[in-house]
């Protein structure tokens, strides 16, 4: 009985780790793509500017 417990008590860690990276995989994702996505404005706003 001891180790069945100990045994839904690691499968429950195991998931909530790999629940726990999915999320920073997809924080990580959207930070990326707004990091990006600044980028690409500061880029237009510079090359508005150098047009000038």
Not at 20 to 40: G, I, P, Q
Not at 45 to 50: E, G, M, Q, V
């Amino acid at each position: 009985m001891q180790i069945k417990a100990t045994d839904r008590k690691i499968d429950r860690l195991k998931k909530r780790i790999l629940e726990v990276k999915e999320r920073r995989k997809a924080l990580r994702n959207k930070l990326e793509r707004e990091t990006a996505a600044r980028l690409e404005k500061v880029k237009k706003k510079t090359a508005r500017i150098a047009r000038l």
